[in-house]
Structures are given as structure tokens and as C-alpha cells.
């Protein structure tokens, strides 16, 4: 069972627009997300996170929102560049001790075109 | 430069020849864990380990072995390969929620 559901595979956004990639999960116990990048021929890199505390990170170019009573979040990126282009993938854990267990989704592929 | 390294980074093979595929990083890190990237499913837990000799399965354990006799290594053994298990593989390391990957490795299961 798919704890964590990236239901858009991939998203195309015009270059300077904003690109919104989606997540849902079913576990009430998640409490801390993260949003992970991944190039061709490179492992996932991390971009951002969230703790169920909050419903808002901003980091520059990227914000995360989370809507807990949904069990959504998502992740914008505005403006759109051509760098952005990439595999996005969703993650959850539940916070124990020193380190936690990512779950997660399939992946979006988003393509930033000119 | 913190980071973790795998190899090696491509392997073709044949069914039921061992294999072990190494894991190292130079963070100090405590947490280390094994995934595997297939399409259409995302990225998946094979084991992990909290620290020096603790290690546990995670979502798809059948087929893999792990072993952590040291901190900085936490190689991925694979006794009798199958072909279901050709998939890209990833190491990762934390010390907290953010995890560290790999540059990965892609393995081919003839």
C-alpha cells in the first residue's frame, strides 16, 4: 500500500511560471516532509522540509505548504528555470530518536520549457 | 567534501553470481540505509542500519543482505541474484530527518 502518492507523473511549466507538484499520504502519523530533487545519473538531493508543526517553509524560489486535516502537501517553485527541471520526490517519516525512515512517493518529472 | 560514494557505479551480471555492492561515508554518520529506484514505484527501503552492528529490514529486504562492522561502511550484498533484481540503487546516511544519497548504482540481472 502507497503510503505516500505523487498522483501527477509528470508536469511541464513554461519557463518565469510558477510549477505546484502535489503529494498525499494515508499515515496520520507522518510528521516531517521533505521534497527531494533528482538529475539524471545523480542520487536525490534535499531542497526542503516541513514539520507537521507548521503549514508554510519558504526557502527562496521554493515553498512548501502542508495541509494536515488533508493529508496534502505541495511544493511551488517560482519562477520556473530551465535548472529545474527534474525528478521531484515526496517523502514523509515519523521523527524517532536520531534519525527516521522516509517513505516515499513515485516521483514527479517536472520539465521547465523555454 | 562530505559524501557518500557507492561502487561500483554500473554492474551487468549474471543470475546467482554474488555481489556486493559498497557503501562509505565521511560524515560520521550514525544512520545509514539502502533504497531501490524502479519505475513507476518510487524509491524503496531495502535495509538500514542505526548504528554499528544494528541493522534491519525495511520495505523489500528478500534477496539483499547488509552487514555494519563499521561506521562509515554499510556494504549491500546480493548472494544469489535474480533478475528482478536489475534496478538503480541507492546508499544514503543521516544524523537527523534530512538523508544524504549517493551517486547511485545501476545493476543489470542477466
Known amino acids: 500500500d502507497q503510503q505516500v502518492k505523487q498522483n501527477s507523473p509528470s508536469l511541464s511549466v513554461q519557463e518565469g511560471r510558477i510549477s505546484i507538484l502535489n503529494c498525499d499520504y494515508t499515515n496520520s502519523m507522518f510528521d516531517y516532509f521533505l521534497w527531494y530533487k533528482k538529475y539524471p545519473a545523480e542520487g536525490p538531493t534535499f531542497l526542503i522540509s516541513?514539520?507537521?508543526?507548521?503549514d508554510k517553509n519558504e526557502d527562496g524560489r521554493f515553498t512548501v505548504f502542508l495541509n494536515k486535516s488533508a493529508k496534502h502537501l505541495s511544493l511551488h517553485i517560482v519562477p520556473s528555470q530551465p535548472g529545474d527541471s527534474a525528478v521531484y520526490f515526496c517523502?514523509?517519516?515519523?521523527?524517532?530518536?536520531?534519525?527516521?525512515?522516509?517513505?516515499f512517493g513515485t516521483g514527479t518529472r517536472l520539465q521547465v520549457t523555454l | 567534501e562530505a559524501q557518500v560514494t557507492q561502487n561500483p557505479r554500473y554492474l551487468i551480471t549474471v543470475t546467482g553470481k554474488k555481489l556486493t555492492v559498497t557503501c562509505s561515508q565521511n560524515m560520521n554518520h550514525e544512520y545509514m540505509s539502502w533504497y531501490r529506484q524502479d519505475p513507476g514505484l518510487g524509491l524503496r527501503q531495502i535495509y538500514y542500519s542505526m548504528n554499528v552492528e544494528v541493522t534491519d529490514k525495511g520495505d523489500v529486504p528478500e534477496g539483499y543482505k547488509v552487514s555494519r562492522k563499521e561506521k562509515r561502511n554499510f556494504p549491500l550484498i546480493l548472494e544469489s541474484p535474480s533478475p528482478n533484481q536489475t534496478s538503480l540503487y541507492f546508499c544514503?546516511?543521516?544524523?537527523?530527518?534530512?538523508?544524504?544519497f549517493g551517486p547511485g548504482t545501476r545493476l543489470t540481472v542477466l
Open positions: 516541513i514539520s507537521s508543526i507548521k
Open positions: 544514503a546516511s543521516s544524523q537527523g530527518n534530512e538523508q544524504f
Open positions: 517523502a514523509a517519516s515519523v521523527v524517532s530518536g536520531t534519525a527516521s525512515k522516509l517513505t
